[in-house]
């Protein structure tokens, strides 16, 4: 589109595609640090490229987020022709509840007229209770539609902000930050060169699994974010999409 060409959008997602060694960036126009509109935007451009993917069957994995809820509200009914369901990429990892993946799938399933299922795992039990929530019947089922999923869809956060945001311990805030964490994804918290400093113990897809499935889009974006950005996709897998804003890409681009 000429907009695009124009404000040379185009152009910088290919030198970032390169830079980043990726095969697809999308980037919308803005800097959804300075204006929330922008992350209806990234809502926009998420929602299309899943579209433009979509099989017969399809099961997609969501992590929560105030970026997921922009996409899921950008969401409309036409997944037609689909029979898509939506379940949570993983157990509680701490976000209040607009913020979850539970909240933010129920969503996705009403704006498409899709279905959802929900994972419900507490954070703050014993292991034993923990292992016998593991044996649960139902449980066990949505952790099989989990790792059966044809596409997830993810944020990616910075390490610190996570941290806070979510009801970190003393001691793992101070893995965290003694292990020079910057960016966060899937309950996960990577340093610069993408290791993984602390993963937050929950159910669900695990960093591993990425591999396996068909399409895997990252949405993030704000200058704000770059770093965490650039961190998380050192261990992401390459065929991952990444769907931005000028913000973020103008300091990715800084290198
Ligand atoms: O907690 C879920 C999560 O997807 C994190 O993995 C990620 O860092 C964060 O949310 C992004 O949140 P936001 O879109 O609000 O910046």
Known sequence: NMMREISGINEMEKR???LLNLNEIVIVP???DESPWVKEELGRASAFSMKQRLEGNNIIAVTGGSTMAAVAEMLTPDFSGSDTLFV?????IGEDVKNQANTICAKMAEHTGMRHRVLYVPDQVSKEVYKSFLKEPMIKEVLNLIKSANMVLHGIGDAITMAERRKTSPDDFEK???GHAVGEAFGYYFDESGEVVHKVPTI????EDLKHINHVFAVAGGSSKAKAIRAYLKSAPSSTILITDEGAAKELLKG
Not at 88 to 92: H, Q, T
């Open 16 to 18: 970032l595609q390169s």
């Open 30 to 32: 803005g800097n959804s």
């Open 88 to 92: 949570p990429a993983r157990g509680g």
């Open 176 to 178: 965290i930050t003694v």
């Open 204 to 207: 669900g897809l695990q960093l």
